[in-house]
């Protein structure tokens, strides 16, 4: 009698257990999860499937990285704003505005409320194209360096472009060079052997950006470090969409698998901004600090420019907050160049209103796509813009990799995210607003070149798939918000 009472009173302690465990994390679930499909998901796997359900949400549901980062800097506050730097009042003063570009003040209110990071002054960008252009500036730049090199990449090939980085690295570190590296955790599995073991081999200080582990449980798939870094001595910088690699070389006519992208060589007190970026990333990952130099120099004429980090980390998308005001507040003509297309519900239904308004919309896409289940879901929302008067437009092959947006022909936005979800609420990315006419006027007629070589793609078109292919479409757009 005796041995079935404990054995009762012990199944309902863990009855009792099972069910205060499985309403806390439904009640964690329905609290931090932003998207209410994902809220609504985990909340049916936790009570559908009993212990097995909390255990799931528990391992891969709850984003920890916040939590982490918090820890480690002991200064970001509860709202997850990264602020890079404290902003005086003087910054949001409607004269500081006054000196942008017309039409502008509208975006660097938006931006300056949501990221509280001032525009900086005086600075200046050059457009690289492709690993050609890119390549041989970046190696300069680490061979002429004297005090610090920071790099991050989300791809390090170990091909002959990749052991030449790690060469050139590997001298300024004998020199007396401080070098710092960062690799993503699975971008690193692009290649083989792995970079890290070749900088490892070297003696390079690096570091892995959430690598896959098995103990304790770590397999976050969706936050990767997209980020491209590179600062020499707090002075020069380069970023953009290029990753390390010999695909990037356009012109090597032994290159089989090209990839066409566009990166950027920036001089000037914005560079700080970006270093400070690849800063807070190095204390994430390693718990040191690093100090960073002060930019005194800044040029008398120069572009106007702030810098956006966004991850997943944060508890509002900046990015693509920001992409929205500055698509609501177009006067003439919106362009975006991107790989991957795959907006959320409030970008669709900015760009329909940008077009019905009178604005001149257009979205530059690859015609050959690396991940042709983005394609698909792309093609199955594109008739929704297509209707409303926007224009898309498909570049022939090879890969186009170019992320782009202009507005107005007076404010771009440079760096590593594309517009799609995985950017814009799943990685870690950079972007560089520039509100500079000369520059925007220049990525303006890069994109207009490019469309001039490239297809318009139209409604009928649209229409006109095969009830198979709009099928397959339909169910990849299923997996948008994590493709």
Known sequence: MEFILSTAIFYYILITANLIITLLSAWHALLYKRDPRASLGWLAVIFMFPVFGYILYFLFGINRIRTRARILTGKIPITGFLRL?????????????????????????????????????????????????????????????????????????????????????????????????????????????????????????????IPPALFPPSIHINLRNHRKILVADSKIAFTGGINIGSYNLVNDHDNRKKVIDVHFRIDGPVVLQIEKVFIEDWKFITGQDIEAEPYEDAYKEGARCRVISEGPDEDFNKLATIITGAISSAKKRIMIMTPYFLPNREMISALQTASLKGVEVSILLPEKNNLPYVHWATRNMLWELLIRGVKVYYEPPPFVHTKLFVVDDSYAMIGTANMDARSLRLNFELAVEVYDMAFTGKISGHIIDRIKVSREATLAEMDSRPLAVRTRDAIAWLFYPYL
């Open 85 to 209: 730097e404290p902003v005086s009042e003087t910054v949001r003063l409607p004269h500081s505005l006054a000196i942008l570009p017309q039409g502008c003040a509208e975006i660097a209110t938006i931006a300056d409320s949501i990221t509280g990071i001032p525009l900086t002054s005086g600075n200046r960008i050059d457009i690289l194209h492709n690993g050609d252009n890119a390549y041989p500036l970046m190696l300069d730049a680490i061979e002429n360096a004297e005090r610090s090199l920071f790099l991050s990449t989300y791809i390090f090939k170990t091909d002959s472009t990749g052991r030449e980085f790690i060469e050139r690295l590997s001298k300024a570190k004998e020199r007396g060079v401080d070098v710092k590296v960062i690799i993503d955790g699975i971008g690193e599995y692009y290649s083989f052997p792995f970079a890290g073991r070749l900088l490892k081999k070297r003696r390079i200080e690096y570091a892995r950006y």
